[in-house]
Every structure is written in structure tokens, then in C-alpha cells.
T-cell receptor, first 115, second 115 residues
């Protein structure tokens, strides 16, 4: 399978715990995005990387959230001290730089439930 | 100004009919307008996209109509099939050279095609 891979698919945690999600983009894709999607809503942009550089972070990304992309390959998204409001689907997407028609390929997401 | 408004929220169409989903945007700097299809438990998948220099783009049964002056665009699904039943999201972005383009998604339309 050469698509975007996310792990785990589901995560249940208790409020206050830390969680970490992993995303493996399509190989050779230099851009990687994180989005969050709640039930009945469209995905919301969180942050994105070009290679290993984190170029933009949304105001939605509080200081409890941190994302990394070491060596420009896989990426991790960590949420510290989880809150019930963090419950959502966390989507990762990757793309190959294309000047006019960037095409994002999404993974199947990690569904987070905070109890 | 960053919002993309999508309607209707849900749509029921008979097999063989035409499904029409509409979106409106405020930011005139947006220059790329994709549509994504999402099945339950999966991430969004790019369906078709358009740039504002054309008024219509067709790919198979899917057509985007774009009205720059009205700041509106729509997705038409011809000969709708039960397999088209999914949630559809419009999106928009302003592409910045060498920085990528984060997508602003609409709220989604849940399409159900009845046999």
C-alpha cells in the first residue's frame, strides 16, 4: 500500500493523559499536513511541514499540541494533558510540491476519544 | 473572510438523477477550489478541482461550475449512482509559492443516492 498511513486508527484515553499519533506520508511527498475533523464538520487545518520544516501552525493548535517531522519523513502529533474537547478524527495528508494544483492525499485518520 | 459555506447539509437523489452541491466563499484571494469525497471511516479523497481562470471543468460524471463574480462554485454529479453515496466537501485555498496552500473546507454535504 503506497497511500498515507496513520497509526493508531483508534485511541481511547482518559482526560489528562498524553497521546501521540504517527503519520507516514507517501514516499517522495515533501509536504505533510495535519487536520482535525469533528463529527459533521469539514476538516480544519492544524499545521503543515515542508520537508522537516514546520511552516505554519493554526491558532487551533494550543501549546498542548506539538508536531514534528524529523528528517522530513514520518510525522508525529502529540497532545499533552488531553481534554474532552480534543475528541476528534485527526487526519494526515501529504502532497508533492506542485506550483498550481497541489493535490493532498489523506490518510484514514486516527479517531481520538477522550473520556 | 476565511469561511467557505456549503449547502445543502444533506441531499437525497434517485439513481440516475443529478446531484448538485453549492459553495460560496468570501476571500477573493482564493485561487484553487477542490472537491473532496469522503466515505465513512476513510479520509477525504480528491475528486475534482478548478482554478478561477475557467468557468467549468468536467471529469466523467463530475462537473464543477465556477462563478467568479458571485464567488460561488458548485459540484454536479450526473447520473448519480448508489456508490456515490458519501459526504462531499468543497474547499478553497490561496496558493503561496514555495509555501503550499492550506485548505479551508466547507461543512460538508451528506449525499444519499436511492436505488
Amino acid at each position: 500500500d503506497t497511500g498515507v498511513s496513520q497509526d493508531p486508527r483508534h485511541k481511547i484515553t482518559k482526560r489528562g493523559q498524553n497521546v501521540t499519533f504517527r503519520c507516514d506520508p507517501i514516499s517522495e511527498h515533501n509536504r505533510l499536513y495535519w487536520y482535525r475533523q469533528t463529527l459533521g464538520q469539514g476538516p480544519e487545518f492544524l499545521t503543515y511541514f515542508q520537508n522537516e520544516a514546520q511552516l505554519e501552525k493554526s491558532r487551533l493548535l494550543s501549546d498542548r499540541f506539538s508536531a514534528e517531522r524529523p528528517k522530513g519523513s514520518f510525522s508525529t502529533l502529540e497532545i499533552q494533558r488531553t481534554e474532552q474537547g480534543d475528541s476528534a478524527m485527526y487526519l494526515c495528508a501529504s502532497s508533492l510540491e506542485d506550483s498550481l494544483n497541489e493535490k493532498l492525499f489523506f490518510g484514514s485518520g486516527t479517531q481520538l476519544s477522550v473520556l | 473572510q476565511q469561511q467557505v459555506k456549503q449547502s445543502p447539509q444533506s441531499l437525497i437523489v434517485q439513481k440516475g438523477g443529478i446531484s448538485i452541491i453549492n459553495c460560496a466563499y468570501e476571500n477573493t484571494a482564493f485561487d484553487y477550489f477542490p472537491w473532496y469525497q469522503q466515505f465513512p471511516g476513510k479520509g477525504p479523497a480528491l475528486l475534482i478541482a478548478i482554478r478561477p481562470d475557467v468557468s467549468e471543468k468536467k471529469e466523467g460524471r463530475f462537473t464543477i461550475s465556477f462563478n467568479k463574480s458571485a464567488k460561488q462554485f458548485s459540484l454536479h454529479i450526473m447520473d448519480s449512482q448508489p456508490g456515490d453515496s458519501a459526504t462531499y466537501f468543497c474547499a478553497a485555498t490561496r496558493y503561496l509559492y514555495n509555501q503550499g496552500g492550506k485548505l479551508i473546507f466547507g461543512q460538508g454535504t451528506e449525499l444519499s443516492v436511492k436505488p
